[in-house]
């Protein structure tokens, strides 16, 4: 929350273009998550470990078409925001340096241990704290996107202190 970028998002100094971009390069992170846990479960030969883990695959792909999972949430963020599903599903506003860092992170978890890949997600420690700032910045701000766009971040303040004592009990 220290980057310039997110201080003028919860500033509410965004204008809608720059809003969008946010949200659509975003996206590319949300669809990779999954990814990166396959990964991670991939290389781990700990049965209870995996057996936890893999909830955290189901949170963000949903287990149907009808389940809410998080990607289809930052789908409706998009929609809120004022992007077309099928512009955000084929990444037309994808910057090259977003896509980069994101293919690191999930060859990272991919090439590494799978203790060090689970330690990378210990981000998730700060996320609940910054998603009720998010949530409140968006509603302060940013009135024009929809509620129940911000449905992602509401699930994750929960959702992210779950992850994160799991990481941290390993």
């Known amino acids: 929350d220290k980057h310039p970028f ?11 273009k720059q809003l969008q971009g946010w949200v659509a390069n975003r996206f590319y992170y949300q669809t990779c ?37 998080g990607i289809k949430k930052w789908l409706k963020l998009g929609e809120a925001v004022g992007l077309a599903n099928e512009e955000m599903l084929q990444y037309s506003q994808l910057l090259p340096g977003v ?33 009720e700032k998010r949530i409140l910045s968006f509603e302060r701000h940013y009135s024009w996107v929809e509620k129940e766009g911000l449905r992602y971040f509401l699930d994750r303040t929960t959702q992210a202190r779950i992850d994160s004592n799991f990481a941290l009990r390993l």
């Not at 396959?38 to 470990?49: D, R």
């Not at 997600?121 to 996320?127: G, H, K, N, V």
Request: glycine share 4%.
């Open 99 to 131: 896509r980069f860092a994101v293919d690191a992170y999930v060859n990272f978890a991919r090439n590494r241990p799978w203790v060090e890949a689970i330690a990378s997600s210990l981000t998730e420690l700060f996320a609940p704290s910054l998603m």
């Open 33 to 69: 998550i999954p990814i990166k846990d396959a990964a991670i479960l991939s290389n781990c030969p700990e049965l209870e470990v995996r057996r936890v883990w893999i909830k955290r695959i189901i949170d963000h792909d949903g287990t149907s078409e009808d389940d809410n999972g």
């Open 6 to 16: 997110h201080i003028l998002l919860n500033d509410g100094k965004l204008n809608q």
